[in-house]
Structure formats: structure tokens, C-alpha cells
């Protein structure tokens, strides 16, 4: 398995573009998460999908936070519009089941908004 | 609600020589505890876990960690450091019950001095 793959792994935009963020979790895995790391606030769990179902956003910061996963192989997370303040890593992790297996992380997005 | 701390959010340490990461979780009952590591520009590893039974876990890289019900406590332990080693590394715990969210601890970046 290739592992949680995520694109692109750098990003660069201005200030009010829309960014979108994706993610493909590893096949058979049934829950998604969307982390957001920075200096100041460390990680920081953003929303997550079980079975394609989004159990719990309420990490999202704002409205101009939205994610999808429209099928298991798949997820998005947008921006809209993106503020300079939104610099950051993010990532994607997926699992199977409970917490017993841990998570397993792709290797991210640097966004940057200038 | 669950919490993570980890004390030291830096530690140098001299090649060759032991390195202790310490872990205290608050909880309302033993979850799932976790060891992860993140290199430079990379996602999240995991280095090791434990569920239940022996509370000193192996783990990948030559790492240890062991759990102390008594504490609150999963200290990560090497007796030996390479170069490698440096990163940054996380504790994290989930829920045994139902459910599959992690709570992360805000890490801890080891330097390795030659």
C-alpha cells in the first residue's frame, strides 16, 4: 500500500484564493482526520469522517473551512477565501476501527498564503 | 476531558547517550497510549503502542516505552541515541471505548549534539 497520499505537498496563493487540499486514505481504512500544525498551536484536529461521514467538525475555525468526502478514497478540504493566518501544515491521517491501530499520516501540505 | 502533556518541549541530548521523553495523560480510564514520531518536513510515524498487559511496550528505532498506571505516565525511553533520532515526538491517547479520536500531546523536539 502506498499509504495516505496527500497533494500537493507545497502550496503557495494569495490572499482570497480559494485553496483546496486532498487526500487519499488507505484502502480499508473507515475513519479520515484533518490536522492543522503550526508553531504556535501545535496539531490540531480540524475534522473527521468516519465511513464518509463527518462525526465531528468542530475544529474547523471558521465557515471558510469546508471538507468533504464524497467516497472512501477520497477527501477534500477547501478554503474560502484563504487569509494569511491559514499558513500552515496540514494533514491527513486515516485509520481502521476503534483507536486501537492508531492513525497513519500522509506527509502533508505546506500552505502558505501570502 | 482527555489531556496530554508533555513537560519538556525541548531536550538535547549527546549521541550515544540515553534519552527519556516523559508522557502524563489525563483520562478517565487506561485508553490506548501512543508514541509517534515526526522527522524534519515529514508526517507523523508511529514509533509504538500499547493496548493492554506488559506495561513496557517495544517499539520500531530501538525505542521503549513504558506505561505506569500509578503516574498517569507512558515515558519514552532509548538507551542509545543516533543522529537519526533527531525529531520531534508526540504522545498521544485514544478512547478503548467507542469512538477513534486521538488526543495529542504538543510534542517534544529532541536535538542530537555529535
Known amino acids: 500500500d502506498a499509504g495516505v497520499i496527500q497533494s500537493p505537498r507545497h502550496e503557495v496563493t494569495e490572499m482570497g484564493q480559494e485553496v483546496t487540499l486532498r487526500c487519499k486514505p488507505i484502502s480499508g481504512h473507515d475513519y479520515l482526520f484533518w490536522y492543522r500544525q503550526t508553531m504556535m498551536r501545535g496539531l490540531e484536529l480540524l475534522i473527521y469522517?468516519?465511513?464518509?461521514?463527518?462525526?465531528?467538525d468542530s475544529g474547523m475555525p471558521e465557515d471558510r473551512f469546508s471538507a468533504k468526502m464524497p467516497n472512501a478514497s477520497f477527501s477534500t478540504l477547501k478554503i474560502q477565501p484563504s487569509e494569511p493566518r491559514d499558513s500552515a501544515v496540514y494533514f491527513c491521517?486515516?485509520?481502521?476501527?476503534?483507536?486501537?491501530?492508531?492513525?497513519?499520516f500522509g506527509s502533508g501540505t505546506r500552505l502558505t498564503v501570502v | 476531558a482527555q489531556s496530554v502533556t508533555q513537560p519538556d518541549i525541548h531536550i538535547t541530548v549527546s549521541e550515544g547517550a540515553s534519552l527519556e521523553l516523559r508522557c502524563n495523560y489525563s483520562y478517565g480510564a487506561t485508553p490506548y497510549l501512543f508514541w509517534y514520531v515526526q522527522s524534519p518536513g515529514q508526517g507523523l510515524q508511529l514509533l509504538l503502542k500499547y493496548f493492554s498487559g506488559d506495561t513496557l511496550v517495544q517499539g520500531i528505532k530501538g525505542f521503549e516505552a513504558e506505561f505506569k498506571r500509578s503516574q498517569s505516565s507512558f515515558n519514552l525511553r532509548k538507551p542509545s541515541v543516533h543522529w537519526s533520532d533527531a525529531a520531534e515526538y508526540f504522545c498521544a491517547v485514544g478512547p478503548k471505548a467507542a469512538g477513534n479520536k486521538l488526543t495529542f500531546g504538543g510534542g517534544t523536539r529532541v536535538l542530537v549534539k555529535p
Open positions: 491521517a486515516s485509520s481502521l476501527g476503534t483507536a486501537l491501530y492508531g492513525y497513519t
Open positions: 469522517f468516519n465511513n464518509n461521514v463527518p462525526i465531528d
